[in-house]
């Protein structure tokens, strides 16, 4: 899969790394709904039943930036 890197907001990159630390996570608890929105725009995650999540294309470019080491050191 190639991802092409879309500039985003500082929120749309906090919930990026809280979707992928924390896992689905519901609507009450992202950190930004317009940060949620803007991945969800860049198809970097999807919206279900009142919970956002990564994409594949989302996992991707998580798997090549600093925060996936973050997971690693949990």
């Not at 608890?29 to 803007?38: A, L, P």
């Amino acid at each position: 899969m190639n991802t092409t890197i879309k500039p985003m907001s500082t929120s749309a990159f906090a919930v990026l790394e809280q979707l992928f630390l924390v896992g689905p996570t519901w609507d009450g608890n992202v950190i930004s709904k317009q940060g949620r929105d803007e991945l969800i725009e860049y198809d970097y995650a999807f919206r279900v039943d009142g919970y956002a999540s990564l994409t594949p294309k989302g996992v991707e470019l998580v798997t090549r930036s600093e925060i996936a080491h973050k997971k690693e050191r949990r």
